[in-house]
């Protein structure tokens, strides 16, 4: 399937096109593009100065580069740029960095050539995906310029999954280097798409996340026999927040007719906060989620180009200004992954509760054999350490220190580095809450015998033992965990029946 772009793009557009979908764009938007490199061709011919155009970059803003050597400008802008280290980008994190870069570049302020534009939708229509190291932006850069190396024949590729040289792969997708005009290196590697189509994937995997943990939540909850009057909606309304009536929406309708909820009617006056509080939590986390994607949309319908080109070939405006710079966009990430981070070290203690016999109610953690057989005691032991590791993840980017470029630039906003570090924290959120969803179905096994299990719950239950059967210590656990990690990351959570 083909998204087209009118004005701007959405970041659930480019998640889709991460995933696979191909772009391409409206008659209007390829006339936006079009004159936009009339205008850059216009301030060529008459040799106005302008940044990037007939400048160098950075700290070398202001050294005049002669009209000869501007497509040799180009070209070594992104071979200098081109440094990036350490292991690749995943394929639909790359494919989602050129979406950004085409939407940005549709707005028609950059200056590009059609055919630059061309070439990059057909890396995503032909699966020519740019082997892009994952580290080294202190803001856009390198990720971007890896990229642009295959563009001129450098560099390397995977085209549908084979590796080769940036040349070879251009050659297997029907397509020539191209030779790079005035200011359409600086164009390549400028810009915010980098982080902006990495906060894309994220976004679409903190998503679903968070759907599973409201799910999981519940299967807990059941197991534990939790008091259901905290999340009476009348009560929760006394916080006022969506986030917080969706989750509670979502657990009532889940647990609606549990028999073992019934069950345990008035136990306890009230449960502990890492149960009573999924609401909250879990609540909260979705407002963020909800002020992040606004965000990140916002960024797609911005111009993020250094410099940005306006005004007409007759009339060109050419303006150097601080677009590229994404504040609000590393302060939604990181703000994204401080949410994230609270409500997975949340799933962990809940796990907790479920293993630990002085407060389970359950066999020893939750062994089916206890003394000879461990259970999930050391189960327990790994989602600490992901927890743990996601609160050293949780610290900001956004507010990170540098000096780049001779002084020219004295702040970074690190978007990327705020995107590169969500991600890493969804990694183990996901598999701290697939812990969880491991040690709930197994607490199952002891109480689906006393009541029956909710509608919801039980879809999840069954869910889960599609997967993995109940352990009893006779396999490796890293292989459920792995399993059942899996499976949040790439289905979306059971629906209530």
Same mark, same amino acid.
């Given at each position: 399937?083909? &998204?087209? /772009?009118?004005?701007?793009?959405?970041?659930?557009?480019?998640?889709?096109?991460?995933?696979?979908?191909?772009?391409?764009?409206?008659?209007?938007?390829?006339?936006?593009? =079009?004159?936009?490199?009339?205008?850059?061709?216009?301030?060529?011919?008459?040799?106005?100065? #302008?940044?990037?155009?007939?400048?160098?970059?950075?700290?070398?803003?202001?050294?005049?580069?002669?009209?000869?050597?501007?497509?040799?400008?180009?070209?070594? &802008?992104?071979?200098? @740029?081109?440094?990036?280290?350490?292991?690749?980008?995943?394929?639909?994190?790359?494919?989602?960095?050129?979406?950004?870069?085409?939407?940005?570049?549709? @707005?028609?302020?950059?200056?590009?050539?059609?055919?630059?534009?061309?070439?990059?939708?057909?890396?995503?229509?032909?699966?020519? &995906?740019?082997?892009?190291? *994952?580290?080294?932006?202190?803001?856009?850069?390198?990720?971007?310029?890896?990229?642009?190396?295959?563009?001129?024949?450098?560099?390397?590729?995977?085209?549908?999954?084979?590796?080769?040289?940036?040349?070879?792969?251009?050659?297997? /997708?029907?397509?020539?280097?191209?030779?790079?005009?005035?200011?359409?290196?600086?164009?390549?590697?400028?810009?915010? +798409?980098?982080?902006?189509?990495?906060?894309?994937?994220?976004?679409?995997?903190?998503?679903?996340?968070?759907?599973?943990?409201?799910?999981?939540?519940?299967?807990?909850?059941?197991?534990?026999?939790?008091?259901?009057?905290?999340?009476?909606?009348?009560?929760?309304?006394?916080? !006022?927040?969506?986030?917080?009536?969706?989750?509670?929406?979502?657990?009532?309708?889940?647990? #609606?007719?549990?028999?073992?909820?019934?069950?345990?009617?008035?136990?306890?006056?009230?449960? +502990?906060?890492?149960?009573?509080?999924? !609401?909250?939590?879990?609540?909260? #986390?979705?407002?963020?989620?909800?002020?992040?994607?606004?965000?990140?949309?916002?960024?797609?319908?911005?111009?993020?180009?250094?410099?940005?080109?306006?005004?007409?070939?007759?009339?060109?405006?050419?303006? *150097?200004?601080?677009?590229?710079?994404?504040? =609000?966009?590393?302060?939604?990430?990181?703000?994204?992954?401080?949410?994230?981070?609270?409500?997975?070290?949340?799933?962990?203690?809940?796990?907790?509760?479920?293993?630990?016999?002085?407060? *389970?109610?359950?066999?020893?953690?939750? +062994?089916?054999?206890?003394?000879?057989?461990?259970?999930?005691?050391?189960?327990?032991?790994?989602?600490?350490?992901?927890?743990?590791?996601?609160?050293?993840?949780?610290?900001?980017?956004?507010?990170?220190?540098?000096?780049?470029?001779?002084?020219?630039?004295?702040?970074?906003?690190? !978007?990327?580095?705020?995107?590169?570090?969500?991600?890493?924290?969804?990694?183990?959120?996901?598999?701290?809450?697939? /812990?969880?969803?491991?040690?709930?179905?197994?607490?199952?096994?002891?109480?689906?015998?006393?009541?029956?299990?909710?509608?919801?719950?039980?879809?999840? @239950?069954?869910?889960?033992?599609?997967?993995?059967?109940?352990?009893?210590?006779?396999? !490796?656990?890293?292989?459920?965990?792995?399993?059942?990690?899996?499976? /949040?990351?790439?289905?979306?959570?059971?629906? &209530?029946?």
């Amino acid at each position: 399937m083909t &998204i087209t /772009i009118e004005t701007v793009l959405g970041w659930r557009d480019v998640a889709d096109v991460a995933e696979g979908k191909t772009l391409a764009l409206s008659q209007a938007a390829w006339d936006r593009v =079009a004159n936009a490199s009339r205008i850059v061709e216009r301030i060529v011919e008459t040799g106005v100065r #302008a940044y990037g155009i007939n400048t160098g970059v950075g700290a070398l803003s202001d050294t005049v580069v002669d009209r000869a050597s501007q497509s040799r400008l180009s070209r070594n &802008i992104i071979l200098s @740029h081109a440094c990036g280290v350490g292991e690749l980008l995943a394929p639909r994190e790359v494919r989602a960095i050129i979406a950004a870069q085409i939407a940005n570049f549709a @707005h028609g302020h950059s200056g590009v050539r059609p055919e630059i534009v061309r070439h990059l939708a057909a890396f995503l229509e032909k699966d020519c &995906i740019p082997d892009v190291p *994952s580290k080294g932006s202190a803001g856009y850069l390198t990720h971007n310029a890896h990229s642009a190396l295959v563009l001129i024949g450098e560099g390397s590729a995977r085209v549908r999954g084979r590796s080769m040289s940036g040349l070879d792969a251009l050659t297997a /997708i029907g397509l020539e280097p191209l030779v790079l005009g005035a200011k359409e290196g600086l164009s390549l590697v400028n810009g915010t +798409a980098c982080a902006t189509g990495l906060a894309c994937v994220a976004l679409a995997r903190a998503e679903r996340l968070l759907d599973w943990a409201d799910a999981i939540a519940a299967l807990t909850l059941e197991a534990a026999g939790c008091q259901m009057a905290a999340f009476d909606e009348a009560v929760l309304a006394l916080r !006022p927040s969506r986030g917080i009536a969706r989750v509670g929406a979502s657990l009532r309708a889940r647990l #609606a007719g549990s028999g073992l909820i019934a069950a345990a009617f008035g136990k306890r006056t009230q449960d +502990a906060l890492s149960l009573r509080s999924v !609401p909250h939590a879990h609540g909260a #986390a979705r407002d963020v989620f909800d002020a992040s994607a606004l965000v990140v949309d916002q960024e797609l319908a911005s111009v993020t180009d250094n410099p940005a080109v306006s005004g007409s070939p007759e009339e060109p405006v050419v303006s *150097s200004e601080a677009h590229a710079v994404a504040p =609000a966009l590393a302060q939604a990430a990181d703000s994204l992954a401080t949410a994230l981070a609270q409500i997975s070290a949340m799933s962990e203690r809940r796990t907790d509760r479920l293993v630990n016999p002085l407060v *389970s109610g359950l066999p020893p953690f939750l +062994a089916s054999d206890a003394g000879s057989n461990s259970g999930f005691m050391i189960a327990q032991y790994t989602a600490a350490a992901l927890a743990n590791e996601n609160r050293r993840l949780a610290a900001p980017a956004s507010t990170d220190g540098g000096i780049t470029s001779g002084l020219q630039e004295d702040f970074l906003a690190h !978007p990327t580095a705020a995107a590169n570090k969500l991600l890493a924290l969804i990694d183990n959120a996901e598999y701290i809450l697939a /812990i969880e969803l491991m040690a709930a179905a197994q607490a199952h096994e002891f109480v689906g015998d006393t009541a029956r299990r909710a509608a919801g719950t039980d879809a999840i @239950h069954k869910t889960v033992r599609a997967v993995v059967s109940p352990y009893a210590d006779d396999r !490796p656990l890293s292989r459920d965990i792995e399993a059942l990690r899996g499976l /949040i990351r790439a289905a979306s959570a059971p629906a &209530i029946p």
